[in-house]
């Protein structure tokens, strides 16, 4: 049988094609991966010491030498942002990556196996859900300890629940679909099922989550360190970066201001992508 | 050509007399495929309805036809343009109208019959309220609930006046239509649009509309444009018929000249694949007393609702399925006959019978030991757009159930020969299912129902989601198959013409229980029960 099919050109060029009337979205992925380099290799972006600074050059004002001016020891802004973006990038990743895992086990248990265990897991999910998940963190941490390990084991802990949900809901659509039916029907045994069928499907849309995540946990973990949960002050980390410069805010504004655009900027870029990989999920 | 040039001289003379209800012309829309890229759907079409005239519009899915129709109504969707052409009611040029002049030709000029009747009635109003909408612009306030009364009645609501309290839900699908036939009529319009008014109503159901469709306009006068796939439903009732394709009219003309001599290629293919239109069968019946493979006796299954009633979907089913047959089971929706195919296949359990397969009962098992059933019995789903993992290649896709059982030997090869025997090219091994067409995918889901060598195939309803030509190409694989292998089918569906192409035997079903049962010779030229006559009469396309 010969029927003439138009096929799609090959998916990666189209979609390289796409992005070029998608200035905002590349912008934000630039920025994304810029903030990563300054994660993995901060010495390619800045000559300056993020620890010792020139004490006779007490906040000056941002300039080309020193692009977020001066903190109160004379240390370049610019150069503890990108030091401090591998604490806080780091907390993240180890917070998403925990949320993750335990969220999609949890609501893949409870999705696929229904009945009780559903229910119980999920009432307990709402538990979760109904503390407010910043409170939940800070009692986490001053449970176990202030430091950057514990922010992001707290951050991690109190976003569970929201991919556990997630997965939960698209596990249980995937669930009623014909060719988890069929493959049933093919003799594949109910783990096959799971693994071939349900988990991959059920799993795009939980992607999109954990970028969002992402751009939430960066904030969490900023506001924790702001609140001095997180690592001790000489250590550069964003939410301390902004903390610090609180005090002189009204004389030196750029010392908070700076590093917190930088922080608004990532997450906002974090946003821009979740967006588009929704999109993608729904295909 | 010739055919193109009379046309347009008979418009031409056809205005002299009297304006035709509706003429289109050269009317060509596009779809926006990308920034700046489009994707013509209908190129230069030209189209009349003249008053008191029903005229059909045949086609395809993806031929255009309901672009077309959205075109005329100004109801296209926002990534649809109207690049050329023009769109006349009564010699009024509609072209280039907004949405809010184009609301007042809608309704009071022309009604419109949408497709789905269940999707298509807003849930939460009463059928009264939703009735008199549309009254409201050409009539008296006084007046509203009269009129919507009486266009109830005209749609054929004989109870017209419990059907105005009642809402969408209370009403089966048939009547939700005829609501909807009231709410197109409610304006007074002199022509009517309907778009595959029936395609999702069972046959009896639809013969009734449609019939009532033709006595409106005997008894109105207006003009009908009926859009439909269904080349049978357009031959019993029209007066004359366009036929598109990809977007273009292939062909025009009569009713009686069409379908004695086409003269489009295209025509003659999807004449010849109609099932109504066949009398013969695609291979000799197999006769007499070939031992059973597969005998159930009296299935029974019965759904808890809410509340304290219950819904009797099997009563007491008995089917017996000879080797190397097919055996068709046929009813309307809620005949029970998916229920039956589900417990056949295992997918849901019996409240009570017995299902012998090979010798062995089915009924009962344990899930380990219905997983061995399944390398003889196989199920083929209906909907080929559902049934098929998106994320699977085809080669992954046949693979699925030989690694499922472990089969040894070359897999590769394997799937090779499966692909072939479903007349598929190897370059069709890496393609994901949204890059194959309706009847690939289904080869693809038969190819993999075959891979253990199943002696027997449950198929519900597997050719209903295809057009007839593919639909037409599918039943002659099934038919080869068959004479190949020695295959047994038990095959679901609502299609009596597709039965008579390809099934030795027939059961006819209602309301969950077994009407009829027999040799498809029989059950056809004598019918031994009224409700078998009735479904007989309803076919369409047979003349």
Redesign the interface.
């Known amino acids: 049988?010969?029927?003439p099919?138009a096929?799609?050109r090959p998916l990666s060029l189209r979609r390289l094609g796409?992005l070029v009337?998608q200035p905002i979205l590349v912008l934000s992925w630039l920025i994304v991966l810029v903030v990563i380099g300054w994660a993995v290799a901060p010495g390619l972006f800045t000559e300056f010491s993020p620890y010792e600074g020139d004490t006779g050059a007490s906040f000056a004002p941002p300039s080309a030498e020193h692009w977020f001016g001066t903190d109160r020891l004379g240390r370049d802004l610019f150069a503890r942002s990108v030091y401090g973006a591998h604490t806080t990038l780091t907390a993240t990743l180890l917070a998403v990556l925990l949320a993750f895992g335990v969220g999609v086990l949890v609501g893949l248990i409870a999705g696929f196996s229904g009945g009780l265990v559903d229910t119980a897991i999920m009432r307990l999910v709402d538990v979760f859900l109904a503390i407010p998940s910043l409170l939940l963190a800070m009692v986490v941490v001053s449970v176990l300890g202030y430091s950057t390990n514990n922010v992001a084991l707290a951050v991690g802990i109190s976003s569970i629940a929201a991919f556990a949900r997630v997965m939960r809901s698209q596990v249980l659509a995937v669930v009623t679909?014909?060719?988890v039916?069929?493959?049933?029907?093919?003799?594949?045994?109910r783990l096959?099922v799971m693994g071939?069928?349900v988990v991959?499907?059920a799993l795009s849309s939980v992607i999109a989550l954990a970028a969002l995540e992402v751009g939430t946990a960066v904030l969490a973990v900023a506001s924790l360190g702001f609140l001095g949960y997180g690592a001790p002050p000489p250590e550069p980390e964003w939410g301390l970066l902004v903390a610090e410069g609180r005090d002189f805010v009204a004389v030196h504004p750029w010392a908070s201001i700076l590093p917190g655009i930088a922080l608004a900027v990532v997450v906002i870029a974090t946003h821009r992508i979740s967006t588009s990989l929704r999109k993608e999920a729904r295909r | 050509m010739t055919d193109t040039v009379a046309a347009a001289t008979e418009v031409t003379s056809a205005t002299d007399a009297q304006e035709p209800l509706l003429a289109i012309s050269g009317l060509a829309i596009d779809y926006r495929t990308g920034r700046r890229r489009w994707n013509p759907a209908v190129r230069g079409v030209s189209l009349r309805v003249e008053p008191g005239e029903f005229v059909s519009l045949v086609g395809e899915s993806g031929s255009g036809k309901t672009t077309l129709v959205q075109g005329a109504l100004g109801l296209l969707p926002a990534a649809a343009r109207i690049r050329g052409g023009s769109i006349a009611y009564s010699g009024v040029d509609v072209t280039g109208w907004n949405d809010k002049r184009m609301a007042l030709v809608r309704g009071n000029y022309v009604g419109f019959i949408p497709q789905d009747p269940n999707t298509s009635l807003n849930p939460v109003k009463r059928i009264g309220v939703q009735v008199i909408e549309a009254v409201r612009l050409n009539r008296p306030k006084a007046d509203y609930r009269e009129a919507a009364l009486e266009s109830l009645r005209t749609a054929g609501l004989h109870d017209a006046e419990r059907v105005f309290h009642q809402y969408p839900h209370e009403l089966s699908g048939g009547m939700k239509q005829r609501a909807l036939i009231a709410i197109a009529l409610a304006g007074r319009p002199k022509i009517i649009v309907a778009d595959e008014p029936t395609s999702a109503l069972d046959v009896t159901v639809q013969k009734r509309i449609l019939d009532h469709l033709v006595g409106l306009r005997a008894e109105l006068g207006i003009g009908i444009l009926l859009v439909t796939h269904d080349l049978g439903v357009a031959l019993d009732r029209s007066d004359r018929i366009l036929v598109m394709q990809r977007g273009e009219i292939v062909e025009e003309g009569p009713v009686a000249r069409l379908s004695a001599v086409p003269t489009a290629e295209y025509t003659k293919r999807l004449l010849d694949a109609a099932p109504g239109r066949h009398t013969g069968r695609l291979a000799p019946p197999t006769a007499g007393d070939t031992p059973s493979v597969l005998t159930a006796r009296a299935l029974t299954k019965t759904y808890q609702l809410r509340g304290r009633q219950e819904l009797r979907a099997l009563d007491a089913a008995d089917l017996v399925l000879r080797r190397g047959t097919t055996h068709a089971i046929v009813g309307e929706s809620g005949a029970g006959k998916s229920t039956l195919a589900g417990i056949l296949a295992g997918f849901t359990t019996a409240d009570g019978g017995s299902v012998q397969v090979g010798g062995r009962e089915v009924i009962g098992l344990r899930r380990k030991e219905l997983r061995e059933v399944r390398r003889d019995l196989q199920f083929v789903f209906q909907n080929p757009y559902t049934s098929l993992d998106p994320r699977f290649t085809v080669a992954r896709l046949i693979a699925e159930p030989l690694h499922a059982f472990r089969v040894a030997g070359d897999r590769k090869d394997r799937v090779r020969e499966l692909l072939a025997a479903v007349s598929l090219d190897e370059e069709f091994l890496h393609r994901l299912p949204f890059q194959l067409s309706g009847g690939q995918r289904q080869r693809v889901a038969i190819a993999r129902a075959l891979a253990l060598n199943p002696e027997i195939l449950v198929l519900d309803e597997a050719v209903s989601a295809l057009d007839v030509s593919v639909q037409a190409q599918i039943l002659r694989l099934l038919v080869d198959l068959q004479a190949r292998l020695g295959l047994s089918y038990v095959f679901v569906t609502h299609d009596l013409g597709v039965v008579r192409l390809i099934a030795d035997d027939v059961t006819v079903m209602k309301d969950g229980a077994v009407i009829e049962t027999g040799p498809v010779e029989r059950v056809f030229h004598s019918p031994g029960h009224d409700y078998t006559r009735q479904l007989l009469d309803s076919i369409p396309g047979v003349r």
């Open positions: 049988m010969t029927v099919l096929l799609p796409d009337h679909q014909d060719y039916k069929a493959a049933y029907g093919l003799g594949v045994g096959g071939k069928h991959p499907n």
